[in-house]
């Protein structure tokens, strides 16, 4: 693993959510030193910190993550000071005993790490007596909801976008998958165009994931989120197109691989499959159309090229082939069915 990608994201944060993570801190360190005079206030600094997420939902869940861990751990460093004495192994011990009593609790690694953490911290800043510990939550507690309510107030992000973007991306992807195999089957081929052909195919999988991916970071950015009533119906929108467009890209991927399997260069002057080719052009313009009218929803401009007519009107029927294609033929017929089903809503 190169240097460089373990320390660097993919791509920068939005310069809001770093905003919002430095006004917390400073909230929460300027609101707990006037509440709580004394040691400075870095517990507080801390949670409001880690409490400003990407979402309002995983804010809410770090919130409690963090101040369960806090206070647990502030727990077992005064109980092992009260029972050890001030040394400096307790604090080792303290940080065994924490990593023990979040283990035996099922805790998640966050809570676990946390809890670890606060026994160390208490125990190296400051006596540990309980008054101290007390200040110690009290302060988490206010930096906690200070972080939750500035990642609240200041534009809560919504993930839509994103979202939208890679289904729509997924969208056109199939459509031409579609349109090549269209082209394909009434062709010769060689073997460097096969390979070529599945390939493409085979990429729409990690587009699917994409997708997936940036669909339930979009859902959890609108969970607790005020703005949701706003973008709600747009998400709908796009997790409807996206469980249209799934099982279309098993369906061309299965067409892809049972061409490429059963390929003849006698399949370009078969006239079943010539129309099998023509039914996949149509499907590609309804997988289009069915994109085009999502990002309508969005605000995007229609593709002139693309028909507002559904082109997929009926089912094709074919009889029986008298060739020796007709394991392709079948296949393809099947997923062709299945495809009209899914963009016709079809049960």
């Given at each position: 693993m190169r240097l460089p990608s373990a320390i660097r994201a993919a791509q920068r944060a939005p310069l809001l959510q770093v905003l919002k993570s430095a006004v917390a801190t400073i909230a929460a360190w300027l609101i707990a030193g006037w509440i709580i005079p004394g040691p400075l206030p870095v517990f507080a600094a801390i949670a409001a910190l880690l409490v400003v997420q990407p979402s309002i939902n995983q804010s809410l869940s770090k919130a409690i993550e963090r101040s369960v861990?806090?206070?647990?751990?502030?727990?077992?460093?005064?109980?092992?000071?009260?029972?050890?004495?001030?040394?400096?192994?307790?604090?080792?011990?303290?940080?065994?005993?924490?990593?023990?009593?979040?283990?035996?609790?099922?805790?998640?690694?966050?809570?676990?790490?946390?809890?670890?953490?606060?026994?160390?911290?208490?125990?190296?800043?400051?006596?540990?007596?309980?008054?101290?510990?007390?200040?110690?939550?009290?302060?988490?507690?206010?930096?906690?909801?200070?972080?939750?309510?500035?990642?609240?107030?200041?534009?809560?992000?919504?993930?839509?976008?994103?979202?939208?973007?890679?289904?729509?991306?997924?969208g056109r992807e199939v459509a031409a998958s579609l349109d090549r195999l269209a082209d394909a089957l009434p062709s010769v081929r060689t073997a460097a165009q096969l390979h070529e052909l599945m390939l493409n195919a085979r990429l729409l999988r990690p587009m699917k994931d994409a997708a997936d991916a940036s669909l339930?970071?979009?859902?959890?950015?609108?969970?607790?989120?005020?703005?949701?009533?706003?973008?709600?119906d747009d998400l709908t929108g796009i997790r409807e197109l996206h469980n249209r467009l799934s099982p279309v890209v098993t369906q061309v991927i299965g067409m892809t691989r049972a061409y490429f399997d059963h390929y003849e260069d006698s399949l370009a002057d078969d006239p079943t499959v010539r129309a099998i080719a023509e039914q996949l052009h149509r499907a590609g313009h309804d997988v289009r159309l069915a994109v085009q009218t999502a990002d309508e929803g969005g605000g995007a401009e229609p593709d002139a090229m693309t028909s507002a007519i559904p082109a997929l009107t009926a089912p094709l029927v074919v009889r029986p082939p008298a060739s020796d294609h007709w394991i392709l033929v079948g296949s393809l017929m099947e997923d062709l069915r299945r495809i009209h089903g899914e963009l016709r809503d079809d049960d």
């Open positions: 861990g806090v206070i647990v751990g502030v727990v077992i460093a005064v109980l092992l000071t009260l029972l050890l004495g001030s040394h400096g192994w307790v604090v080792l011990a303290a940080v065994v005993v924490a990593m023990l009593v979040a283990w035996a609790l099922r805790a998640s690694t966050g809570t676990a790490n946390q809890v670890a953490i606060s026994a160390l911290l208490v125990l190296a800043l400051g006596a540990s007596n309980p008054a101290y510990a007390a200040e110690r939550i009290i302060e988490t507690l206010i930096g906690a909801v200070i972080g939750f309510i500035v990642n609240l107030a200041i534009v809560p992000p919504v993930l839509s976008g994103p979202a939208r973007r890679d289904v729509t991306m997924l339930k970071a979009a859902e959890e950015s609108l969970s607790l989120n005020p703005r949701r009533s706003r973008h709600s």
